[in-house]
């Protein structure tokens, strides 16, 4: 996973240092709305692409991420703060019989 820390940092770097003409830029310029839009948009790829076949859930899924990197630092939150989340859930038992059913969400 060096290559999401090398373009987070890649994407942090831009938010500081902006580039004319970055597509980066551009969601930043337009703010939360249209990031959350986008990472919206390419989730919905994701599920869509997920049913046609591998290539291209791997292509829309390098989207996602890469949408959600970018709401992360428009966010302020760090890639060693999800990490840390991962980290106190792992080992966990899920207690699914609290959750809502799936057809209830």
């Known amino acids: 996973m ?61 989207d996602l991420f890469y949408h959600v990197l970018v709401l992360l630092v428009e966010q302020g939150v760090s890639l060693e703060q999800i990490e840390a989340e991962l980290g106190q859930r792992e080992g966990k038992i899920s207690k699914t019989a609290e959750r809502k059913p799936i057809e209830e969400l």
């Open 2 to 62: 060096d290559k999401l820390k090398e373009l987070y940092q890649e994407i942090k770097d831009r938010k500081e240092v902006p580039k004319a003409g970055s597509y980066t830029n551009y969601l930043f310029d337009k703010g939360l709305d249209k990031i959350l839009k986008k990472v919206g948009e390419e989730a919905t790829e994701v599920i869509i692409a997920a049913k046609n076949n591998q290539e291209e859930l791997i292509y829309e899924t390098a």
